[in-house]
Each structure stands twice: as C-alpha cells, then as structure tokens.
C-alpha cells in the first residue's frame, strides 16, 4: 500500500510542542532568488508556499552581516528590509497551512569581495581551494582575514540578531549552519582552524564557537527553537576533518543539554558507528537527511533511504532534491505516484521561475475516486 510509509506519520517537534502533520522536512537549499541586497521576493513566496505540505520547512541558509555573504543572490536577514521580505515568505507558508525555520549562515572564506563588498573573514587565513562564483563568473578564492577575538564576538552578536530577526519575520525557529565547510564547520576542522588561542587546537577549543554561536542564538529566542546542522566527514569546499570521530561526539555532547528544537544530520549513514553514537548521546529530536545518489534522486523519491533511518532512531527527515523537485511530495508518496525528476541544475542557482515555481503538481484525484494520472 502506497500511503503506509512512516514517513506520512504525525510527528512533533517536542521542544516547541509543534505538531506536525508528516516527518518530512523540506532541507534547506540555496536557490540565488532573492533580490541582489539579500531582501527575499514574492517569487520565494510561492516556492516555498508550493511546499508547504511537508512537516517541516526549513529555509534556505541566510547571511547575518554582510561579511559572512557567498555567493550572489542569497537570501540576508541582518536589515529591516530582508525581515519585511521574509514575513512575506512565512505568511505565504502559513496560509497554505505549513511550518517553518530559518537557516542561518555566515560564509567564512566561501565568499569574494564582489560578491559582498568585503575580504572574508575565517578563522586562519587559508583560502578556499575553489573558485567562487561571482557576478562576473567563476573567480580563484580569495585569502580571507583571520578573524580577531572582537570579530568573534560581533559575529557571534549578528547571530543572535539575525535569530530575533528572524522569529520577527514569523519563522517558528533558526537553525544554526555549521555544516557544509562555512564558517562554523572551518572553525570545528583542523585544516581550516590552525588558531593557537582558546578557539583552535584542541577539539575543545575548535567547538568553542559554535557553542558560542548556539549559546547566544538560543539566549535570543529560546533554546527550544534553535537547531543546529552539522555534516560529519564532509569533503566539499576543502574540508578535511583530521578527527570527525571525535570532534562531532564531543560537540554534540557540549549541545546536548541545552533543550534545543533538534540536531540535524547532513548526509546521514545509518550504517556508519558514528551515527548510532550520535543518535545515542542526543536527548532530542534527530533530523536525519539521507545520503541518497549525487547525480539523480531516487525513483521513490528518498522513501527507502529516508525509512531506513527512522528505523535507525532518526526522528524526521530531511529531503532537499526530492522536495525541490516535487513541491507535492508528501502527495506523491500518500498516492505511491512517480517523480518529477530534478531538471538542469543549472537552474538551481541561476534565478527566475524557471527551474524554480514550475515543477508541475499532481492533479488532484478525479471524483469518484478515479485519479486522472495514475
Ligand atoms: C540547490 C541546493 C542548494 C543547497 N543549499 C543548501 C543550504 O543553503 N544550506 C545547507 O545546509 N545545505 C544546502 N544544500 C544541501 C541540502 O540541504 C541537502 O543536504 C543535499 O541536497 C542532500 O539532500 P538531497 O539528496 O535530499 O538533495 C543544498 C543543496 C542543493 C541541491
């Protein structure tokens, strides 16, 4: 039976006493639609409306300063401009009956002068082995500057502010980016933090910002709308972590007692010790998103891969491409209908409907009972 998959079960976000109608959770995905001062657009508002059915959206990752901004295009949430451009977003979602947290991410050395106007910051300053992208193209990385203790503790401020922004433009939450080789993750892996002072060396000097970061993000908003993504043995944007096995159990255990709204997985492997390990020592409700195939999503949308980690103790899951590509996904799997699959992906960074607002819906089942696409 199509409609049987675990996946469609109610949940809870317990921290917030939130219901929610499924444990699908929208992962949050950068898609360079907002205007070019980071201020959200109407468009935004549809995509995300389009979405609405899953349990759980989380919106794409937003600067808090200028400084922290990566590429062109993304989303800000650091002026009233980008609060007033959000509200319109969680307004959109709310009326089509969904949920919604805010991701928030400071680039680090992911970013170039052209893009934010500033030479970024990170906590050494080894630059990104990459190109960046940039409104005059691909551009070699720039050699950010190393942050200074004051820099360190005005971003970790911006946070804070961008989270108060945040809950003012009607998110439920924040989630805080420490994933995915910006700022935070450079700071928690060695061969991006080569610092000699209280944030480097030792694992517990590497995680002392991102408990910083958390600490004053959920002082801003409540420790019980406040996740925290993290991406254990990630290799994209130059990432080399010397000691995941030891550095995420001990950071996570530094989390763990805060009452925070979850802990999030990027490409979790129930299969791999260090996942059940995480599983174990996080009181609180585990977001898992799968590791499913780079170059296509699944003909089933994540089902299996996402089942498998609920069996595992994963909480909800998080799907990126699947939910991109079928704004109706939570549909799909109740009618065990086919996938859109994913189209170009160029169209997902470029801007405009196209790629974006225009991935077909299913139509709605015929009276009768009978469905016209089925
Ligand atoms: C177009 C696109 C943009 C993304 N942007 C973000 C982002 O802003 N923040 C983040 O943490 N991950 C981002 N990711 C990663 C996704 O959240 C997710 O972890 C990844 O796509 C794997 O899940 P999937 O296989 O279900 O797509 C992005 C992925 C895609 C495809």
Request: glycine content about 10%; charged content about 20%.
């Amino acid at each position: 039976m199509p409609n049987e998959t675990p996946l469609l079960a109610p949940a809870r976000l317990p921290s917030l006493g939130l219901d929610l109608p499924n444990r699908l959770v929208m992962a949050p995905m950068t898609r360079n639609r907002a205007a070019a001062d980071g201020t959200p657009t109407p468009l935004m508002a549809t995509y995300y409306a389009q979405r609405a059915t899953a349990g759980l959206l989380i919106a794409e990752a937003s600067t808090p300063n200028a400084v922290g901004q990566t590429y062109p295009d993304i989303a800000a949430i650091h002026r009233p401009a980008h609060v007033a451009g959000w509200r319109q977003v969680t307004d959109a979602v709310h009326v089509a009956g969904g949920r919604m947290f805010l991701q928030i991410q400071h680039g680090g050395r992911v970013g170039h002068p052209d893009n934010s106007g500033h030479i970024p910051l990170a906590p050494s300053p080894i630059p990104l082995p990459d190109t960046v992208f940039t409104p005059k193209g691909h551009q070699k990385a720039v050699v950010p500057r190393e942050m200074s203790v004051a820099d360190i503790r005005s971003t970790v401020a911006d946070f804070a502010a961008a989270a108060r922004n945040a809950l003012e433009a009607g998110f439920a939450g924040v989630e805080v980016h420490a994933a995915n080789g910006y700022l935070l993750h450079q700071f928690l892996s060695s061969n991006t933090n080569r610092r000699h002072d209280q944030y480097g060396g030792t694992v517990t000097g590497r995680i002392r910002f991102v408990r910083e970061v958390v600490a004053a993000v959920a002082d801003a908003v409540g420790p019980e709308r406040v996740g925290v993504r993290i991406s254990p043995y990630f290799t994209g944007n130059g990432m080399h972590e010397s000691d995941t096995e030891t550095l995420y159990p001990a950071l996570v255990a530094a989390l763990a007692d805060r009452g925070l709204a979850y802990l999030h997985l990027v490409r979790a492997d129930a299969g791999l010790p260090l996942f059940q390990q995480l599983r174990d020592a996080w009181p609180g409700t585990l977001i898992a998103n799968p590791a499913l195939p780079r170059d296509a999503i699944p003909a089933d949308g994540g089902r299996a891969a996402g089942e498998r980690l609920l069996t595992a103790g994963a909480d909800l899951i998080a799907l990126g491409r699947p939910i991109l590509a079928n704004p109706d996904l939570v549909d799909r799997l109740r009618r065990g209908a086919p996938m859109n699959p994913v189209r170009d992906r160029y169209l997902m960074y470029v801007g405009g409907a196209t790629g974006y607002t225009d991935y077909p819906a299913l139509s709605p089942p015929a009276p009768g009972g009978f469905r016209r696409d089925s």
